[in-house]
């Protein structure tokens, strides 16, 4: 894959999770990581979520409702904050987890509320 995949996939991880987080993970990198982090930066952000098929907010929904379906609380909070990056309103990321409550289980939503909830209180 090309350097433009991995220079393409780090600006929309900036866009979308902030330099914040995208700089701590960066400095995070060890001999051991540094695989996953190329990995991730060029098939997830390079590939994946610069696809234009989908616009960023619906990629956004769709996430937090497999994370949610999965109870990946930790990465649902870091995606929390994406999708308010991405214009989801409070009202419409707490719409996608109500729709998760009927698919994924009520524990799993209520879960999901938690961080949600704790997110934004930040």
Known sequence: MSDDTYERGMRVRREVLGDEHVDAAIEGTTEHTADFQ??????AWGEIWSRPGLDRRTRS????????????FDELALHVRAARRNGLTPEEIAEVLLQCAV??????????????RRVMEE
Do not use: E, K
Request: glycine fraction near 6%; include cysteine; charge should be positive.
């Open 38 to 43: 190329d990995f991730i930066t060029r098939y």
């Open 103 to 116: 698919y994924c289980g009520v524990p799993a939503a209520n879960s999901a509320f938690q961080v949600f």
């Open 61 to 72: 929904a769709a996430t937090l409702a497999v994370l949610t379906a999965l109870g990946r």
